[in-house]
C-alpha cells in the first residue's frame, strides 16, 4: 500500500471515526489489533519484496556466525521438509533448528510461549561476549 492510499484510508477512518469507534468498543482489541497487523504487514511487504523477493540462500551454506532456524512444522509458505535439508548442509561455528511442531509460518502466534522460552534460552547467551 502506498502512501497516498494509506493516507486516503487515514481520511477515511477520520470521517469515520464514530463509526469506527463504536465498532471498535463493540468488537473489541483483538479486531484492532487484526487491522493494524493487516496495515503493517502490507507496508513490510510492499517496503521489503523487491529485496527480500531476489533473496536465494540455497546455494548459501557456509556461515561464519551461529545460525539458528525457528521452523513451523506446518509450515506451506517455507517448505519444512525444504527448510531441514539445507540445515543439514549449513556449516557454522553453531547450527540449531528449533521446531515448532503446532505451527505453520508464524511461530509467534502459534507458539507465542516456546517462542520467547527458545529466544531467551537460546539467541540472548549469543548476544553475551564470551
Not at 1 to 7: N, P, S, V
Not at 25 to 31: A, E, H, L, S, T
Given at each position: 500500500?502506498?502512501?497516498?492510499?494509506?493516507?486516503h484510508v487515514a481520511e477515511a477512518f477520520e470521517i469515520e471515526r464514530g463509526v469506527l469507534g463504536e465498532t471498535l468498543?463493540?468488537?473489541?482489541?483483538?479486531?484492532a489489533i487484526f487491522v493494524a497487523d493487516l496495515f503493517a504487514q502490507g507496508f513490510s511487504i510492499q517496503a521489503m519484496w523487491d529485496t527480500l523477493g531476489k533473496v536465494?540462500?540455497?546455494g548459501e551454506t557456509n556461515?561464519?556466525?551461529p545460525v539458528l532456524i525457528f521452523q513451523g512444522r506446518h509450515d506451506l509458505g517455507t517448505s519444512a521438509t525444504l527448510a531441514g535439508e539445507w540445515f543439514a548442509s549449513l556449516k557454522a561455528p553453531s547450527k540449531q533448528i528449533v521446531w515448532f511442531e503446532h505451527s505453520a509460518h508464524m511461530v509467534y502466534e502459534e507458539e507465542p510461549g516456546k517462542l520467547l522460552?527458545?529466544?531467551?534460552?537460546k539467541v540472548l547467551p549469543l548476544t553475551r561476549r564470551p
Open positions: 500500500m502506498g502512501r497516498a492510499q494509506l493516507e468498543g463493540r468488537v473489541g482489541r483483538d479486531f536465494n540462500l540455497t556461515f561464519k556466525c522460552v527458545t529466544l531467551v534460552e
